[in-house]
């Protein structure tokens, strides 16, 4: 238990040190700065995958059954994407985002209960883990698509009205902002697709029935539907810019909701009482 | 010794002042040569452009050597000193050191960020060297001048965005596009701005160049020089889809280019952003087409306005430049301090001295011995110490009289590996 804790206030301080050296990269314009965070930040996540296998070992099941552990393995799927990304865009200000996103969700885990309690059999089902990884790398892609969306928001207003703010200079081209929201989302779509139908399979393995409109499963269809919708305009209509920049952040928006919101405010079975099987 | 500084700039000076004062490029031998002839002037170099005319010279009288180098230079170029005087500025010691960093990184250039000085400077220097005008201080200070300067360049964006109106719109089109390799050009109109525009872009690698002229014989003269495809004036609107970005410059007195066809065209495009430059007066393109998703209007003002901003942002470099060079002078200013003769006697003295007593105190605590052997001991060692000190002493103190005495100093210094003198004690020589 003690090493978890070692090893959590390990990467929280990896995180916390990417998103300031990021932070300075993009405000002050130095380069090195931003080549220093990259690699601060990948070792923030191997230890971050060494603490959850860790906590996978001791647990016997994926750590994803409180809302503390969910935001941590959220945080590391963010993380994840966001090096994947990096391989080829390498943007100081998406790190700054992604990095800042992590520390903040590492944060909300720190503060949520920790209590472990006995588990549902439910969880006991290799579709579980599928599910639960599918569906947050495809949320942690689309995080990638809304950033990459306000961004160019903001680039786009400055190019229209003519009137440069020092954010100007750091942003990247229109061009590369609406590429990264299109290859967001041509990660995310189909993550989120087989997230969802591998959450249907594992319901009907345990509950005998794929769909049943419990309030999660509601939102996730309607945030599908969204991202569905993106994804039909930018391939056969042409959208692109400044439509499928709102798109992608209305989605984010769903998704959020649909992540902590459905959690939080609404019931059903994917809450973390029920999957604790405490009512 | 200290750096000294003396000159004139488009700062301090109008053009009539500085073109009578400005040395001739080709003929440097000269000027060197009457500069190192001056009595209290030890090394220097002269840096002449169409901006400012500097003299840098180092000196054991910094005050006589500035009073000779402006009479030198009033008489050298034939001007009364009382027309000169009052456009000359001067500096001494660590200001000195700073005016020509701030120089060289492009920090006092009109154009803040401009590149062409740091060449010319070192040109300058290169005369400096091959007629030897150049010493120890000189030749350390101007490496460390254009290695500043070079980090001012990587380190800052002090040079990164455009200060003129077609490479503005350069910047803009990659802001938008991201990479130019793959876009067309279309040119409407003639006019020397648009035709220097087009060159920068077909510079960054523009896939297609299109013409078109009410003319059309001026249309693919043009054309021919850009390797580019001319189109009849008429039917120009029918190829605007193939078209990213366009630069308008006619002499019609009504648009060219409606909102709405514009609206048309971007359907066509499926919503790929069309940045179009209106450089002509009146205006070609109908503004009303920058409310247009996806197309980007910018007219001769606006790039303006992108230049002014552009200026600013450079503006806020240069105060991170200015961190940098203070850093540095520090560190040449330590460095010239240690080229002071007496410090360096007192510390070569010190240095043996401490030798000296550690080797005795290690002999007699092993010997044993008694007071007079002690004694004999400490009167040998002093000898020994005194006698291997004393030609060097005597040199360094000769040193401070010959041109190149630094020379000896820097050498001792290195040799028996002295420390520069602490912060306190530099105080103490300024």
Known sequence: MSAHIVLFKIVMLCYLTASILYLVAVVSRRVKSGILARWVLLGGAIVHLMSLVARFVQLGHTPVTTLNESLSFFAWCLVLIFLI????????????????????TMLGSGFAPKAVEPLNPALNSWWFPLHVTLAFLGNAAFAMAFAAGVMYLLQDRMLKSKRFSPLYYRLPSLDTLDNINYRALSFGFPLMTLGIISGAAWAESVWGTYWSWDPKETWALLTWFVYAALLHGRLSIGWRGRRAALFAIIGFACLVFTFLGVNLLLGGQHTFDALLGTP | MKMLVLGLSHKTAPVEIREKVAFSPTAMAEPLRQMLALDAVNEGIIVSTCNRVELYAVSREPDRALLQLKHFLAEYHAVLYEHLEEHLYNYVGEDAIRHVLRVAASLDSMVIGEPQILGQIKTAYGYASEFKTAGLILNRFMH??????KRVRTETAIASNAVSVSF??????????DHLEDKTVMLIGAGEMCELAAKHFINCGVAEVMVTNRTFARAEKLAAEFHGRAVAFENFRDQLHRVDIVLSSTGAPDYVLEASKL???????RNKPMFLIDIAVPRDIEPKANKIDNIYLYDVDDLQGVVQSNLKERHKEAAKAEAIIDVEIAQFYRWLSTLEVKPTIVALRNKLEDLRQAEVQKTLSSLGADDKTTKAIENLTRALVNKILHQPTSLLKDAQNLPDGEVYIDAVRMLFALPAPAADEEDEQA
Do not use: C, N, Q
Request: charged share 25%; aromatic share 12%.
């Open chain 2, 168 to 177: 503005a719109a350069v910047e803009l089109a990659r802001k938008i596009f």
């Open chain 2, 263 to 269: 609206a048309e065209v971007i359907k066509l495009r």
């Open chain 2, 144 to 149: 460390k001048a254009f290695s500043v300067a």
């Open chain 1, 85 to 104: 990304f990096d391989l080829r865009y390498r943007l100081a200000v998406l790190g700054a985002f992604s990095s800042v996103l992590a520390l903040m």
